[in-house]
């Protein structure tokens, strides 16, 4: 049996010194401890609180009595104890006794909100340069001598996505590797380059270079910024802060809308469009300098060792001290002990060990990427971005002219936006998803009527344009704004960078399908087939959500993790 060490506190030396017993011999205690349900943790938490602090632990009495001797079991409670006479750890919801007869409080959400404020500005820039060519296209194709070339056109639109989807492969290495803030820093680098390159070029070669190299820098900001605002959030507001990405999104789309309106009469206005682009980019870069590390990142010790420039690997390191300062920064001082307290529930053992890929395809972890990558493919099988990328032609085709409807389709968006962020926290992400996806089934429903022979007139043309919109608003309550909020909540914490890469490469290419097929399809179909496609992928979605998603409203990232380990 492993002996205690003298030059650390006799309680923690006993307890580390038994826990590494114990993963050497296999790990059966955290086998165990793993198939605790987050049920079994609260049910022990609120239902057999003593006087003493200790029932508590209640959960964990059992798991070491099961599986050591009685000292053992007496070290690892009273060890787990101590971390939760702190408080209720990081963002639990409510209030509960903790072991010294107080009343354990939410985090000030004031601390954590210029953090999250400043990483949507990478949800801005992604929006913005989505729609920054769709005022400026024809303009664009005229001075750089392509006009009439829809191939060329087509290009120009859809080279982006190609960029976002190699820069969402290497995301979450990225992530992992030099942390959240240096990739933010490290995304907008190819966004100004890429960006300056098409506001000075003269050819359409150096155009596409230039989408591309934005787009990359496109790729690696959302899913960076969904595991960044994920872990410096309180979970009582983590909802709230998620729907922000969205809305920056929804601020960028409308900002390059209306710079983009006199490129049609000013010669050259489409060069200023790209420029304005590089001022965002800029104040993030600087201003993330002054934002507060992950905790989570920080905690699991990961940094990259670089020799002759060359990537060797990766090694880890204990940073439990800057951790401590970055939940000071983002708690206040009167939580962020209780918050580290949090981080002792969870086996980081395994951490040490890089993620390998087949974990997330085909091992452990498979069920948690696969529901993550559903829930992308869903969000684009369901004509999303067919709608926003074509709903100027269905608005022309009833005499709505395009600028009058793409301010329509970004007013719907964004004000939906803001009713999810203001109910996420309220109704929980699984029941907006599971209504979301059943209102965009049913607007697609009126499409396919309006298409019909059953109406015509104005009754069909009332029922696309309505049709549109009402999906746009559908859409952004859930279906827009929860799945890279809810993926990396349910990701443990150390495939979670690697997974949203993953599951963000899967939405970049079914995106890029959708965009390149749709207009192929409608003419082959035609609208009523290609609607009633959308719809049932919508009710699938409907039923996908219903049985697979956990919701996560007001629990710790902790307790997420607990409640989805897989036995070992």
């Known amino acids: ?30 086998s165990t401890y793993k198939r ?58 409510g209030r509960l006794q903790n072991g010294i007869g107080k009343e354990s409080t939410n985090p000030s959400w004031k601390h954590s909100l210029p953090h999250v404020l400043v990483a949507a500005l990478s949800s801005f820039l992604f929006g913005y340069h989505l729609g920054v060519v769709n005022e400026t296209l024809e303009s664009i194709s005229m001075d750089l001598g392509f006009s009439g070339n829809t191939i060329a056109e087509g290009l120009v639109v859809s080279t982006c996505l190609g960029g976002a989807f190699v820069g969402s492969l290497f995301s979450g290495w990225i992530a992992d ?86 490129a049609k009469d000013i010669v050259g206005w489409w060069r200023v469009c790209f420029w304005v682009s590089v001022i965002p980019a800029a104040v993030l870069a600087v201003l993330m300098e002054f934002c507060a590390e992950s905790p989570h990142w920080l905690f699991k010790g990961i940094e990259i060792s670089w020799f002759g420039g060359l990537l060797l690997g990766l090694a880890q390191r204990g940073r439990s001290a800057e951790a401590e ?10 939580h962020f002990k209780s918050a ?36 992308f493919a869903f969000q684009q099988l369901s004509g999303i971005n067919a709608v926003f990328y074509f709903s100027s032609t269905v608005f022309k ?43 965009m089934a049913v607007s697609m429903g009126f499409q396919v009527t309006a298409a019909s022979s059953i109406v015509s007139g104005s009754v069909a043309m009332y029922l696309s344009v309505g049709g549109i919109l009402l999906f746009v608003f559908t859409f952004s309550l859930g279906a827009g704004p929860v799945p890279g909020l809810l993926l990396s909540e349910i990701f443990p914490g150390r495939i979670r960078a690697k997974a949203m890469a993953v599951c963000m490469a899967v939405h970049w ?24 496609a959308f719809a049932t992928f919508c009710l699938m979605a409907v039923a996908f959500v219903r049985k697979n998603v956990l919701e996560t409203k007001g629990k710790s990232l902790q307790e997420i993790e607990i409640a989805l380990l897989p036995a070992a």
């Open 397 to 439: 085709s009833v005499g709505v002219p395009s600028d009058f409807a793409n301010i329509c389709v970004g007013i719907v968006n964004l004000s939906g936006s803001v009713i999810a962020m203001i109910l996420m926290d309220k109704l929980g992400r699984k029941i907006l998803l599971f209504g979301s996806f059943l209102g």
């Open 177 to 262: 590797g030099v942390g959240r803030r240096r990739a933010f820093q490290l995304c907008v680098l190819p966004m100004i380059i890429g960006a300056s390159m098409s506001a000075t070029t003269n050819t359409i070669g150096f155009m596409l270079l230039g989408r591309f190299l934005v787009g990359t820098g496109m790729g690696l900001g959302p899913p960076v910024a969904s595991l960044y605002v994920a872990e410096v959030s309180p979970a009582f507001v983590r909802g709230t802060y998620g729907s922000l990405i969205q809305i920056a999104t929804c601020l960028g789309l409308m900002g390059a809308l209306f710079i983009g309106i006199p």
């Open 509 to 532: 290419v079914i995106n890029f399908f959708v965009g390149l097929l749709f207009l192929r399809l409608l003419e082959q179909l035609g609208p009523q087939i290609l609607y009633t």
């Open 36 to 93: 605790l349900s987050l049920r079994d943790h609260i049910d022990a938490h609120e239902g057999h609180d003593r006087e003493d602090g200790l029932g508590i632990c209640n959960c964990y009495e059992i798991v070491a009595g099961s599986w050591c001797s009685e000292l053992v079991m007496i070290h690892v409670v009273t060890g787990f104890n101590q971390g939760q006479r702190q408080g209720i750890g990081w963002g639990c919801p």
């Open 340 to 375: 580290m307290a949090e981080f002792s529930k969870l086996d980081r053992g395994d951490e040490a060990e890089a993620v390998k890929f087949s974990e997330l395809l085909y091992g452990r972890h498979f069920r948690v990427v696969f529901i993550g990558s559903m829930l």
């Open 1 to 30: 049996m492993p002996q205690q060490t003298g030059d650390v506190d006799p309680l923690r030396g006993l307890v580390a010194e038994y826990l590494s017993y114990f993963r050497m011999r296999g790990r059966d205690v955290y």
């Open 325 to 334: 300062i970055a939940f000071e920064k983002l708690l206040g001082g009167s």
